[in-house]
């Protein structure tokens, strides 16, 4: 059973930096993609940014140039520093990595159970 597992979320202070991380649980696995989404209670879920299992990154408009994702295959983790955080960042952060298997043939996402983080004005 894979299972996401989100840390570093919290309260800071605008202009400030936070590093959100994200790690699969469980084995026999391969994950394709892995991105991070927010959302704001009763607001459809973003996208934030992606990396591709070969490191190609894409970001949101209004993230590029202060966040930066990466990942490790090798501990099936990904995070994500974000620098100069404004209030209008302030969402539920969410991790999706896209996970496959071969024997038994399985293919689907899986996400965090959200992490919080706040900037305060």
């Known amino acids: 059973q894979v299972q996401l597992v989100e840390s570093g979320g919290g309260l800071v202070q605008a202009g400030g930096s936070m590093r959100l991380s994200c790690a699969a649980s469980?084995?026999?696995?391969?994950?394709?993609?892995m991105a991070w989404f927010r959302q704001t209670p009763g607001k459809k879920r973003d996208l934030v940014a992606e990396i591709t299992r070969d490191g190609i990154t894409t970001y949101a408009d209004s993230v590029k140039g202060r966040f930066t994702i990466s990942r490790d295959n090798a501990k099936n983790t990904m995070s994500m520093q974000m620098s100069r955080l404004q209030p209008e960042d302030t969402d539920v952060y969410y991790c999706?990595?896209?996970?496959?298997?071969?024997?038994?043939?399985?293919?689907?996402?899986?996400w965090g159970p959200g992490t919080q983080v706040t900037v305060s004005s």
């Open positions: 999706r990595f896209a996970i496959r298997r071969l024997l038994p043939p399985m293919s689907r996402d899986y």
């Open positions: 469980g084995s026999n696995f391969i994950i394709d993609d």
